[in-house]
Nanobody, 124 residues
Framework: VELVEFGGGSVQAGGSLRLSCETS????????MAWFRQAPGKSERVGVA?????????HVRDSLEGRFTFSADTVKTTGYLQMDSLETEDTGVYYC?????????????????WGRGTQVIVSS
């Protein structure tokens, strides 16, 4: 399984970024894929959004609904995270994760595989 994130960068508050996670090596439409983020100085990775391929369902963390949108291209087996109205608190490393062990899709321990992450910096 390979997960590669693209699209991080620096942006001013109020701006937008679109992250991509290109996946390979697992059944994209039968398993879960998720985005997590890790804030500077924090050890915890927090679930942002997930795609349940078996049900073709997308879930976005409640506190980010309206600003963050997740979409999945099942042909390209790629997940996209569109982030709008970015805030300085959105700064962090964003990771793609896939292949569920079962359990809560917003918990990092649920996932077997991880990408290397992509840095997002939002400045005021």
């Amino acid at each position: 399984v390979e997960l590669v994130e693209f699209g991080g960068g620096s942006v001013q508050a109020g701006g937008s970024l679109r992250l991509s996670c290109e996946t390979s090596g697992y059944a994209f439409t039968s398993d879960w894929m998720a985005w997590f983020r890790q804030a500077p100085g924090k050890s915890e990775r927090v679930g942002v959004a997930l795609y349940d391929g078996s049900r073709n369902k997308i879930h976005v963390r409640d506190s980010l609904e309206g600003r963050f949108t997740f979409s999945a291209d099942t042909v390209k087996t790629t997940g996209y995270l569109q982030m709008d109205s970015l805030e300085t608190e959105d700064t962090g490393v964003y990771y793609c994760a896939a292949v569920s062990r079962g359990g809560d899709g917003f918990r990092p321990t649920t996932y077997r595989y991880w990408g290397r992450g992509t840095q997002v910096i939002v400045s005021s």
